[in-house]
């Protein structure tokens, strides 16, 4: 028990980072030490989209991240049920009525 108190981390969240930021499109890029997440708010019918945030970790972290998002929505849907992944007409394109295209969809 006292090796596992040895182990804890505190975390700290300040209230500005509590806020977070939406995003509703990701970049995922890398390198051969890195990979780069780019967290992105698109809305329909604007040319341009900021990166909201960046966040960069070794490939390593990256997979860990992988398994843990995966575990997670496991989760979330033996509790609230099966998320249902809503498919782009058009083949992923912006229609004129202001879709945003999935960017997610393999």
């Known amino acids: 028990m006292e090796n596992q108190k040895k182990n804890e981390i505190k975390i700290e969240l300040t209230p500005?980072?509590?806020?977070?930021?939406?995003?509703?499109?990701?970049?995922?890029?890398h390198s051969p030490n890195e990979v780069f997440l780019d967290f992105i708010a698109v809305a329909p019918n604007m040319p341009q989209a900021k990166v909201q945030s960046r966040i960069i970790?070794?490939?390593?972290?990256?997979?860990?991240?992988?398994?843990?998002?995966?575990?997670?929505?496991?989760?979330?849907?033996?509790?609230?049920?099966?998320?249902?992944?809503?498919?782009?007409k058009?083949?992923?394109?912006?229609?004129s009525q202001g879709e945003i295209p999935n960017p997610f969809q393999a």
Not at 67 to 82: C, H, M, S, V
């Open 16 to 29: 500005e980072v509590a806020n977070g930021h939406y995003s509703n499109l990701a970049v995922i890029s």
């Open 57 to 88: 970790m070794t490939p390593e972290n990256a997979k860990n991240l992988l398994f843990a998002l995966r575990d997670n929505i496991n989760k979330y849907e033996a509790t609230f049920g099966t998320i249902e992944q809503k498919r782009p």
């Open 90 to 95: 058009n083949g992923g394109a912006p229609s």
